[in-house]
């Protein structure tokens, strides 16, 4: 099993595949690679850490919506990123967050995941080194 990859019957992402701190934050805002979707923008920062994992964080304001709509769309990526943990570049900070607009959208689970996989798959396809726009 690869170091950045969740066991298989592994529930919920573990504590040391989540982004904390606020600097970790803006290391990515300002040093990652965007990548755009419709609802989601997500920072991509493959910078070099020491530790192997890969850790992704969630940013939802509230201008998405109220406190049901921010924290079923966290749900929602958490689940995303959970099952396409493997599908992720090892040594990276990811941030994903979500557009004014979806809180509006409805989104559910295959909607979430029909957008972001092709945004993985760009990622995987140049190693996660776009220039940031």
Same mark, same amino acid.
Request: hydrophobic share 45%; glycine share 6%.
């Given at each position: 099993?690869?170091?950045?990859?969740?066991?298989?019957?592994? *529930?919920?992402?573990?504590?040391?595949?989540?982004? @904390?701190? =606020?600097?970790?934050? !803006? %290391?990515?805002?300002?040093? /990652?690679?965007?990548?755009?979707?419709?609802?989601?923008?997500?920072? *991509?920062?493959?910078?070099?850490?020491?530790?192997? @994992?890969? =850790?992704?964080?969630? !940013? %939802?304001?509230?201008?998405? /919506?109220?406190?049901?709509?921010?924290?079923?769309?966290?749900?929602? *990526?958490?689940?995303?990123?959970?099952?396409?943990?493997?599908?992720?570049?090892?040594? !990276?900070?990811?941030?994903?967050?979500?557009?004014?607009?979806?809180?509006?959208?409805?989104?559910?689970?295959?909607?979430?995941?029909?957008?972001?996989?092709?945004?993985?798959?760009?990622?995987?396809?140049?190693?996660?080194?776009?220039?940031?726009?």
């Amino acid at each position: 099993m690869a170091a950045c990859a969740l066991p298989s019957h592994a *529930l919920t992402l573990p504590r040391q595949a989540k982004i @904390r701190r =606020r600097a970790d934050f !803006a %290391v990515c805002y300002e040093l /990652g690679a965007r990548y755009y979707s419709t609802h989601f923008l997500v920072f *991509l920062h493959t910078g070099t850490r020491s530790d192997e @994992r890969t =850790r992704i964080g969630m !940013a %939802v304001s509230r201008k998405v /919506g109220n406190a049901v709509t921010r924290n079923r769309i966290k749900r929602l *990526l958490r689940e995303f990123f959970r099952l396409h943990f493997d599908a992720l570049p090892a040594k !990276a900070d990811l941030v994903a967050v979500a557009k004014k607009n979806a809180g509006d959208a409805r989104l559910d689970l295959s909607r979430v995941a029909a957008e972001l996989l092709p945004l993985l798959k760009r990622i995987a396809r140049t190693g996660g080194q776009d220039l940031p726009t």
